[in-house]
């Protein structure tokens, strides 16, 4: 039987991290156990003395190591101690005091975890030259310095392996409703059979990394603004009181090309006639491109806003495409359908092909920032309704709808509204008497606006049922979309064009054509379609995006979740010892 969701993470945290007690034995249900024609087989030359075999032990159950940065691995200790169970209690980086080939490779690896956005310090990146030169000297490579050079690399690797392929931090801390479905990975078993005799450590690793094409763009581009953060000087344009338009003056024209030009906005051949404060058209069109790409209003205008994204330093650039690379580590490495994914401060929806090239995208509006945020979550898809009914949510019923009509009993009626029993009984739909009214704040009775097209719901809204009840749905507000910043709604999301999408989710229903999608939206009676294949929707919230066309998208972090994502990473492993 299929578990949930949820209940498949909890036995993956459970039996892959190792919460358990470390002196208990894991047994994987998919890990060829010690003494099968599968397993590895423990050299000889590894074989330590008794005394060497109880240190390793010892030192394996105590979850703590006083040669690491983070000293406590009691969290993986599971993980550990299956790893030398399937080893034999032997060495598994060493031949004959020497380090093995796969281990130098290894140790490379974690060295350079900055590059795949995590913190090599966590895999001891900085200690590792001096562990190594103590195993070149035979005096200093004694059986103990060997053992805690192993249970180091082992501890250090089962870290990286974990992190790179689920993230370093449980989504739940920031986003409660998010509960994707990973993939188990038990990084014991894993590292004893795929990479301690790998003849490349590095491909042995590939298969737990995310292989999403947005995730592979976004190392990319992190080492690419890595660069641009060593080669920055810092030379911050000046401030304006109000937007330069083109033809207008300004007082750093040099220095706004130059800086244009350094983050690719602006061709190389732009250049600024010796003396000129004019605000050329040229700056202009770059100024724009780089607005564009900063989720501002692409006016080309030089206002106080552009003028601060221009001014932030790249170090900050850096850290949102680490933060996005943690984020897409939380997401679920394969779909058994094309999704679509909507992200939230970018204020867009993507609908993905097999291959996870985006094959829709379009504008949407999201949740309040200060009041009504959209969660972050990953659910199915399984219905829409076309014509839906909107059942006004019990804290809207009472903040907005309740005092209109205190103040305008033909409140219903003139809105197409009517009040209804929990079980759907029409109570009234024209005026509200006092006795109608005292139930609605006593909140025995709803608020349910009626299909059409002033509905807010539009004629259209898609179901993934969820605790929060957030959806998809059309909307008569079209003019929200010409705006840069889209957090108009009370958390569901308003799509642009609804048509379209509908005939996207419906592709695999049969006799579902663009046309009979479109007559739905004329038939002005409510229908409710059943998906023939569930789709997976996943919100997310990401403010650096690496696109298609090789350049970076940056967006404003309207929920604040970038700061409480920065130092719930930095505290990551802190915090445990």
């Not at 392996?161 to 990084?187: A, E, I, Q, Y």
């Not at 009504?372 to 059942?391: A, H, R």
């Not at 009234?428 to 005292?438: F, H, Q, R, Y």
Request: proline share 7%; charged share 25%.
């Amino acid at each position: 039987m299929k578990l949930p969701m949820r209940k498949r993470l909890m036995l993956f945290l459970a039996i892959g991290l190792g919460f358990t007690a470390c002196s208990g034995e894991i047994v994987s249900s998919d890990a060829p156990q010690k003494g099968t024609a599968e397993a590895r087989t423990p050299s000889k030359q590894n074989s330590l003395s008794a005394a060497g075999e109880q240190e390793l032990r010892t030192l394996v159950e105590s979850g703590h190591l006083a040669d690491l940065q983070w000293p406590n691995f009691s969290e993986h200790c599971d993980a550990v101690k299956e790893f030398y169970d399937l080893a034999g209690d032997s060495l598994a980086w060493s031949q004959a005091g020497k380090p093995t080939a796969q281990a130098i490779e290894l140790i490379r690896i974690l060295e350079d975890a900055d590059q795949k956005g995590l913190d090599n310090k966590d895999y001891d990146g900085a200690r590792w030259p001096e562990r190594l030169k103590t195993l070149q000297s035979p005096s200093t490579a004694a059986e103990s310095s060997l053992i805690k050079f192993d249970v180091a690399l082992t501890v250090s690797a089962i870290r990286y392996g974990l992190d790179l392929h689920l993230g370093k931090v449980n989504p739940k801390l920031l986003h409660k409703d998010f509960d994707p479905d990973v993939h188990k990975h038990d990084p014991g078993a894993y590292l004893w059979e795929k990479v301690v005799g790998a003849q490349s450590v590095k491909e042995a690793l590939a298969p737990i990394e995310s292989s999403y094409p947005r995730y592979q763009r976004t190392l990319v581009m992190l080492d690419k603004y890595v660069n641009m953060e060593k080669e920055e000087v810092p030379d911050p344009l000046p401030q304006v009181k109000k937007p330069i338009t083109a033809g207008e003056q300004y007082e750093a024209t040099g220095k706004l090309v130059r800086r244009l030009q350094f983050l690719g906005d602006l061709p190389p051949s732009v250049s600024v006639p010796q003396n000129s404060l004019e605000y050329s058209d040229a700056m202009a069109e770059g100024v724009k491109h780089f607005q564009l790409r900063h989720g501002l209003d692409a006016s080309g205008k030089l206002g106080p806003q552009t003028i601060t994204e221009l001014n932030r330093p790249m170090s900050d650039r850096v850290e949102q495409l680490r933060l996005m690379l943690e984020r897409f580590r939380w997401m679920p490495h394969s779909f058994a359908q094309p999704p679509i994914i909507v992200n939230i401060p970018e204020f867009v929806l993507r609908a993905y092909d097999s291959s996870l090239h985006p094959t829709l995208i379009m504008p949407v509006v999201v949740g309040r920032a200060m009041r009504t945020q959209t969660p972050v979550l990953e659910e199915e898809m399984k219905y829409l309704i076309f014509w839906p009914y909107w059942n006004v949510p019990p804290s809207i019923l009472r903040a907005e709808i309740v005092p209109k009509i205190t103040k305008d009993p033909e409140y219903l009626q003139k809105n197409n509204f009517e009040v209804t029993t929990y079980s759907g009984e029409v109570v009234t739909d024209s005026v509200v008497s006092e006795e109608v009214l005292a139930q609605l704040r006593a909140g025995q009775l709803m608020v349910r606006q009626k299909p059409g097209q002033k509905n807010a719901l539009g004629l259209i809204k898609f179901v993934f049922p969820n605790a929060d009840n957030i959806y998809l749905h059309s909307t008569p507000s079209q003019a929200l979309f010409d705006e840069s910043r889209r957090d108009f709604s009370h958390g569901c999301i308003r799509v642009e064009d609804p048509r379209a999408l509908a005939t996207w989710v419906l592709r695999n229903n049969p006799g579902w054509t663009r046309e009979r999608v479109e007559a739905a939206f004329q038939a002005q009676k409510q229908e409710q379609v059943n998906l023939a294949h569930e789709i997976p929707v996943l919100i997310l919230y990401g403010t650096a995006i690496a696109n298609e066309d090789g350049q970076v998208y940056f967006f404003e972090d309207i929920y604040g979740f970038d700061k409480a994502l920065t130092k719930l990473l930095d505290q990551a492993y802190a915090s445990k010892n």
